[in-house]
């Protein structure tokens, strides 16, 4: 794809992004752009310079259309020359700019950064002033566990700043490569999940000799906190709620064919299912300095549906399927939980009273938020079970 071309998906992104509503804009967003996060980039990029009051898309976009057609590469500078620096390899890139491990060489000493450049198809006094924001809201940042900046400045009429130069690997890759456990990379920021209220619950059955249908509801509290806070503060809480249906049915006057079924609705509600991993995704709101992240309650929605069958008193069968899904909120991990499917039939036989034993076949499925990862398992097990029961006193 051209870089005119480029600019043309990104324009429309744009637009269409106006006329969403607001409620559901970021989802659509994040739909659209995929697993093409530098384009996400570009398009938030457009609408953080809208909201600054930048004109981006009339008479501004002729220039800026002009200046993203120059089809230099990030790394086509690295070995030159700004100011006292010299870039030496590209680091990573972002919608504004590239970040670069730099030199600075000078008669006394030699010192390593990280060099972030604005990128020069942007170099307008709009992407300066937020180019320059970011820069002060580095500089108010003090803390052992964030990279200190330097210096900063124009050099060849391009804006830059340094910050320390870290040697390492991302975080995100550190705690995948170790399948680092969602509270352990919480307690990598000192913040601490708490529940200061009982979930509350009702619950109401109806019944009769044709079988029952139940209705619940739940609410709850669940808050984290940053013990101790510095120069952010992570801490938050969101509600929780859910609401359940279901019950069973006598599709039969015999009963031996009964319908047992259930759906559940709600938010932050995951830990009452067995699949789903986290109550709480996390939210990103890096234009808050103070609070780069926050929490959201994650919506979820499960269902199962079987049907128990007696072929007679010593062979019982059940068939059925469940799921479960959960809408994933932007900050979530690519490999997070999105949607499970399980389905199931067996044969049982009780030949005499206190033994069982049969086969079932079972399917599984998993589908992640966004590496595009699905797995489906299908798996076939035996099993015998003899229940142990002795009545001690009383009278026979």
Not at 290 to 303: C, D, K, Q, W, Y
Not at 361 to 369: H, M
Request: hydrophobic share 40%.
């Amino acid at each position: 794809m051209t870089t005119s071309d480029r600019w043309l998906q990104i324009k429309e992104l744009f637009r269409l992004y106006e006329v969403q509503p607001p409620a559901s804009r970021e989802r659509w967003l994040l739909e659209q752009c995929g697993d093409d996060r530098e384009l996400l980039l570009e398009v938030r990029d457009l609408l953080a310079a809208k909201d600054d009051g930048s004109d981006v898309l009339d008479d501004g976009a002729i220039g800026l259309l002009r200046r993203m057609s120059s089809d230099v590469p990030a790394s086509g500078l690295v070995g030159r020359r700004f100011g006292a620096y010299r870039l030496v390899k590209l680091l990573g890139e972002g919608g504004m700019g590239s970040v670069y491990l730099a030199e600075r060489e000078q008669e006394d000493f030699a010192q390593r950064v990280a060099f972030k450049l604005i990128r020069g198809d942007f170099v307008d006094p709009g992407m300066r002033e937020r180019f320059m924001r970011e820069r002060n809201i580095l500089a108010r940042l003090s803390h052992p566990h964030i990279a200190q900046l330097h210096d900063g400045g124009i050099a060849d009429g391009v804006p830059f700043f340094t910050l320390e130069y870290v040697e390492g690997e991302a975080i995100t890759r550190y705690c995948d490569d170790r399948n680092v456990g969602l509270r352990a990379r919480i307690e990598l920021a000192n913040v601490k999940p708490h529940f200061p209220w009982p979930d509350i619950s009702a619950h109401y059955l109806y019944g009769g000799d044709w079988g029952h249908v139940q209705l619940g509801g739940i609410w709850r509290m669940i808050r984290w906190d940053q013990v101790p806070t510095d120069t952010f503060d992570l801490s938050g809480h969101v509600t929780g709620w859910g609401v359940s249906l279901g019950g069973f049915w006598n599709v039969t006057s015999d009963k031996n064919n009964v319908l047992r079924w259930q759906a559940n609705y709600g938010d932050g509600i995951q830990n009452y299912f067995n699949d789903a991993p986290v109550d709480v995704g996390v939210e990103n709101q890096f234009i808050n300095a103070r609070t780069p992240i926050t929490g959201e309650a994650l919506p979820i929605f499960g269902a199962v549906l079987y049907l128990d069958h007696a072929w007679d008193k010593q062979f019982t069968s059940a068939l059925g399927w469940s799921m479960v899904n959960v809408t994933n909120s932007d900050g979530q991990a690519d490999n997070a939980f999105h949607n499970g499917q399980y389905a199931s039939t067996n044969l049982l036989w009780t030949p005499v009273p206190n033994v069982m034993m049969g086969g079932e076949l079972q399917y599984s499925r998993r589908a992640n938020f966004r590496n595009d990862f699905d797995f489906n398992d299908f798996k076939l097990q035996f099993s015998f079970k003899y229940s142990f029961s002795q009545k001690f006193g009383g009278t026979q």
